[in-house]
């Protein structure tokens, strides 16, 4: 017992002359590590690679005080302060309320994502029209302008299975009061709404909801 007694004034001595938060983590491993050794390899343990033991010359394992980083995707609702001011403008100009932004957006590791699926329509003209207007406003919610890159919209509706090829350019053209180009042609690059197009826009979030 008393060799024990040794044994541990010896660890706690040479635990002292490390770093504080070392300290602990040093006196355990060389306390286990002797008392192991007096015992012996148990039966499990004969055979396998011993443990490397920790001398008092051999470097310390940091002790990181850190906590491990959340590797998910954060997501949470948008507040006013991630609206630009032209979008808290439209919100207030058409009555709409940031709930119901939240009902068909989300913020996700700073990017803003749609929520919605279903669009509440089946005919595709009127699928093109919802997608380019609900993505300007997606646009409109960081930057304040109510345009879209039209590829944007073509991937959209490929994706959602409702890209008409043949009529893409005449189903923009027979609702061009709710954009402010004169006439939509393959050389548009990019759309944006008119008044028209926002209060379209506003009824849309309220049919959607």
Excluded: W
């Amino acid at each position: 017992m008393s060799k024990l007694k040794e044994k541990v004034d010896e660890f706690s001595a040479i635990a002292k002359s490390l770093p504080e938060n070392l300290q602990v983590v040093c006196f355990e491993l060389l306390l286990r590590n002797h008392l192991e050794g007096a015992r012996g390899p148990s039966e499990d343990t004969r055979s396998s690679t011993p443990e490397k033991t920790i001398t008092p010359h051999s470097p310390l394992p940091a002790v990181s005080t850190t906590p491990p980083a959340d590797t998910g995707a954060k997501q949470e609702d948008l507040k006013t302060s991630d609206l630009h001011l032209k979008a808290k403008r439209f919100l207030e100009k058409y009555a709409l309320s940031l709930d119901e932004l939240n009902n068909l957006f989300f913020k996700e590791d700073g990017q803003f994502k749609p929520l919605y699926e279903d669009l509440k329509t089946t005919r595709m003209s009127e699928n093109q029209i919802r997608v380019t207007l609900l993505l300007a406003l997606r646009n409109a919610i960081t930057t304040g302008e109510f345009e879209i890159e039209v590829q944007a919209v073509h991937d959209e509706c490929v994706q959602r299975k409702c890209f008409d090829g043949k009529n893409f350019s005449a189903n923009y053209n027979n609702n061009g009061s709710l954009f402010d180009f004169t006439t939509f042609t393959k050389e548009t690059r990019s759309v944006r709404l008119s008044e028209a197009g926002r209060k379209e826009l506003a009824d849309v979030v309220k049919e959607l909801q």
